[in-house]
T-cell receptor, first 112, second 114 residues
Framework: DGGITQSPKYLFRKEGQNVTLSCEQN?????MYWYRQDPGQGLRLIYY???????QKGDIAEGYSVSREKKESFPLTVTSAQKNPTAFYLC???????????FGDGTRLSIL | AQSVAQPEDQVNVAEGNPLTVKCTYS??????LFWYVQYPNRGLQFLLK??????LVKGSYGFEAEFNKSQTSFHLKKPSALVSDSALYFC????????????FGKGNQVVVIP
C-alpha cells in the first residue's frame, strides 16, 4: 500500500548528541514537510521541501536540519543545538496544488 | 500570514447527540480549508477539505463542514456522535499562493460519552 513511513517510532537522545529521524514516502508526492507537535500547541512547521535538492525553513527551524536528495526521502536531524527536543515529530507529504497532506505515524523523541 | 483559531480545548458530547467542533481562520484572499483527526500516538488522518463551490462539504465517517466566508469559519459537524469519534481534531488553512504551507489550529479534544 502507498503511504508514509516514519522510523523509528520511539527515539532517545543523549545530551550533545545529534539524532536523525527517517521519513520515506511511496506516493510519488512532490512536497514533504516536518512538523513538531507539543501538547496543547498544535503542529508547528520545522522545514518543508517542494522539490528534490531544495528546502525551506518553517517557523521553528533552529536546531534542526534536513536534506532532500531523493523525491521519496526527507530525513530530519535534531542537532545538539536544539535544547528542548522532546516532542512528537510528524512527517507529511502532498502533491503540489490543493491536495491534502498525508501524514506518517510519527516519531516520539525523548531525552535520556 | 494565515492562522487558525480553535477556541475550545475540549468538546464533550453524549453518544448519539450532534457534534460540532469550531474553527475560524485568517488568510489573505480565498482559503483552502482542511479538517484532520488524530488518534493517540498516530499521525493525522484527512477528513475533508473546502476548495471551492458548495459551502457544505461532506467527508469521511459521516463528518461534514460548512464554509462561511462572512464569518471566516469552517465548523466541523456530525449529526450523531459515536464513542469511536473521541479523538483530537485539527483545522488547517492555507492561502492560494504557491508555497503549499498549512497553518494548523491547536486542536480540539473531542470526548464522546457513552
Amino acid at each position: 500500500d502507498g503511504g508514509i513511513t516514519q522510523s523509528p517510532k520511539y527515539l532517545f537522545r543523549k545530551e550533545g548528541q545529534n539524532v536523525t529521524l527517517s521519513c520515506e514516502q511511496n506516493l510519488n508526492h512532490d512536497a514533504m514537510y516536518w512538523y513538531r507537535q507539543d501538547p496543547g500547541q498544535g503542529l508547528r512547521l520545522i522545514y518543508y521541501s517542494q522539490i528534490v535538492n531544495d528546502f525551506q525553513k518553517g517557523d521553528i527551524a533552529e536546531g534542526y536540519s534536513v536534506s532532500r536528495e531523493k523525491k521519496e526521502s526527507f530525513p530530519l536531524t535534531v542537532t545538539s543545538a536544539q535544547k528542548n527536543p522532546t516532542a512528537f515529530y510528524l512527517c507529511a507529504s502532498t502533491r503540489l496544488g490543493n491536495q491534502p497532506q498525508h501524514f506518517g505515524d510519527g516519531t516520539r523523541l525523548s531525552i535520556l | 500570514a494565515q492562522s487558525v483559531a480553535q477556541p475550545e480545548d475540549q468538546v464533550n458530547v453524549a453518544e448519539g447527540n450532534p457534534l460540532t467542533v469550531k474553527c475560524t481562520y485568517s488568510v489573505s484572499g480565498n482559503p483552502y480549508l482542511f479538517w484532520y483527526v488524530q488518534y493517540p500516538n498516530r499521525g493525522l488522518q484527512f477528513l475533508l477539505k473546502y476548495i471551492t463551490g458548495d459551502n457544505l462539504v461532506k467527508g469521511s465517517y459521516g463528518f461534514e463542514a460548512e464554509f462561511n466566508k462572512s464569518q471566516t469559519s469552517f465548523h466541523l459537524k456530525k449529526p450523531s456522535a459515536l464513542v469511536s469519534d473521541s479523538a483530537l481534531y485539527f483545522c488547517a488553512v492555507r492561502d492560494r499562493d504557491g508555497n503549499n504551507r498549512l497553518a494548523f489550529g491547536k486542536g480540539n479534544q473531542v470526548v464522546v460519552i457513552p
